[in-house]
């Protein structure tokens, strides 16, 4: 079993859905999560970076984390199909020292005009 | 751009063959890290390098190594290539070496083993 489970998709939608992309994890010891974006052909950025768990906003995007049910969420509001990308969820443990990343598998998206 | 910069962008070669890819990372940046990103396998840490020492270590094959140069640009090495080896190699870089700093990526090396 991997530490981190994404669903691959991929995930279509039309223009201006609110989109939900999900990772659970099986590592407690996980406190960092972050989420970014990949278009083809490129380097992922980041998008949404959160410590422990709550919500955070920015524009469009609202990333979730509930460390109870080792879940983590994020949702795109308004999609657009500038949007469409694979999502990449990704987590560390700072008790391991250093800062290794451990990604999800990624979820393709995307947004149809 | 995130400015890092990883060369060369494509890398063609046979099994057996030894590459190097090499890394700047952002100005001011003190720390490289390594992931590879295969079909298979997803995107995996390989290693991470905090002002010239090794900080953090994934699960980097014997036939791979690293470092990083008093300039801070980092080169990783891959020796007795598989045809498993063929995927794109992304360096990242951030401030410091923490997890509360982000990482920046540049846009990959793309290395296919024939």
């Known amino acids: 079993q991997k530490e981190v489970e994404q669903d691959p998709g991929p995930l279509s939608v039309p223009e201006g859905a609110i989109v939900s992309l999900n990772c659970t994890y099986s590592?407690?010891?996980?406190?960092?999560f972050m989420w970014y974006r990949q278009y083809s052909r490129k380097g992922p950025e980041l998008l949404m970076y959160?410590?422990?768990?709550g919500n955070k906003e920015d524009g469009r995007f609202t990333a979730q984390v509930d460390k109870s049910s080792k879940y983590i969420s994020l949702f795109i509001r308004d999609s657009q199909p500038s949007d469409s990308a694979t999502y990449l969820c990704?987590?560390?443990?700072?008790?391991?020292?250093?800062?290794?990343?451990?990604f999800g598998a990624g979820t393709i998206l995307r947004v149809k005009s | 751009d995130s400015g890092v910069t990883q060369t060369p962008k494509h890398l063609i070669t046979a099994t057996g063959q030894r590459v190097t890819l090499r890394c700047s990372p952002r100005?001011?940046?003190?720390?490289v890290y390594w992931y590879q990103q295969s079909l298979d396998q997803g995107l995996q840490f390989l290693i991470q390098?905090?002002?010239?020492?090794?900080?953090a270590k994934g699960n980097i094959l014997e036939r791979f190594s690293a470092q990083q140069f008093p300039d801070l640009h980092s080169e990783l090495n891959l020796s007795s290539l598989e045809l498993g080896d063929s995927a794109l190699y992304f360096c990242?870089?951030?401030?410091?070496?923490?997890?509360?700093?982000?990482?920046?990526f540049g846009p990959g090396t793309r290395l296919t083993v024939l």
């Open positions: 990242a870089s951030s401030v410091g070496g923490d997890p509360t700093d982000e990482q920046f």
């Open positions: 590592n407690s010891a996980f406190q960092y």
């Open positions: 959160t410590y422990s768990s």
């Open positions: 990704a987590m560390s443990n700072p008790l391991l020292g250093g800062n290794k990343l451990v």
């Open positions: 100005s001011g940046d003190l720390s």
């Open positions: 390098y905090y002002n010239g020492e090794e900080r």
